[in-house]
């Protein structure tokens, strides 16, 4: 006999099994004042999408953000890093190691970076935007 649940029972299963545990670390790169945000990256699979803004060079504060549920999921990776944005290359000051480039210092967590393009978007002060002609 087929029971009334059984295609519920399925879908059930099957959305349990199709899930894997998200690894939600996300990067956000600002200024050192902490004022205007230069960059946000977010991890997918093991790619981190990262989108910087290209006409800034100098120094920045890069800081990593993870749920607690993946709090062990980075062993070592520090939640603060200072470093430069230089030509859209993030380099980051590591104790360690010096400066690196985000892309080796992620590679020890097999993750790897992929820059995303940077669209430019302008507000002025008092200028409205007016309705598409219908």
């Not at 009334?4 to 790169?29: H, K, M, W």
């Amino acid at each position: 006999m087929n029971s009334p649940l059984r295609p519920f029972r399925l879908l059930l299963l099957l959305g349990v099994l199709c899930t894997s545990p998200v690894q939600a670390l996300e990067l956000v790169v600002w200024d050192p004042q902490l004022q205007t945000k230069l960059g946000y990256g977010e991890v997918v699979g093991t790619r981190l999408n990262l989108q910087l803004v290209t006409d800034y060079s100098g120094p920045v504060v890069a800081l990593f953000s993870r749920d607690s549920s993946e709090k062990n999921s980075y062993p070592g990776l520090l939640s603060r890093y200072g470093g430069s944005l230089r030509g859209g290359t993030l380099t980051l000051d590591t104790d360690d190691s010096g400066p690196l480039p985000l892309s080796k210092l992620l590679s020890t967590y097999k993750l790897s970076v992929t820059p995303l393009n940077t669209t430019k978007t302008f507000s002025l002060p008092g200028l409205k935007s007016t309705p598409p002609n219908k």
